[in-house]
């Protein structure tokens, strides 16, 4: 069974920023590929960040040159980064993970850009 727990969300101001994590466990594939998506109220779910197990990282073009991830192996945990935050950026960011035909998702944490 694999599970990740997310954390890190809260309010900020515009241009500021937040670090999220995604702490996963379990029997995880040496092939995967791990990210995250978001969704804003009355919107649907999107894309943000994805890296592969070969680090491969694709970003969005919304948050490309603002948004970092990144990974600490030894902790099975993801990080993004998320700096110059916008009003626009607010969402709930739902953190993946993907192998062997099978995606699991993290239980999401809430994201506000607000004065």
């Known amino acids: 069974q694999v599970q990740l727990v997310e954390s890190g969300g809260g309010l900020v101001q515009p241009g500021g920023s937040l670090r999220l994590s995604c702490a996963a466990s379990?029997?995880?594939?040496?092939?995967?590929?791990m990210g995250w998506y978001r969704q804003a109220p009355g919107k649907q779910r999107e894309y943000v960040v994805s890296t592969t197990s070969a680090s491969i990282t694709v970003y969005a073009d919304s948050v490309k040159g603002r948004f970092t991830m990144s990974r600490d192996n030894a902790k099975n945990t993801a990080y993004l980064q998320m700096n110059s935050l916008k009003p626009e950026d607010t969402a709930v960011y739902y953190c993946y993970i993907s192998f062997k035909g099978s995606t699991y998702w993290g239980q999401g944490t809430q994201v506000t850009v607000s004065s």
């Open positions: 379990g029997s995880i594939f040496s092939t995967y590929v």
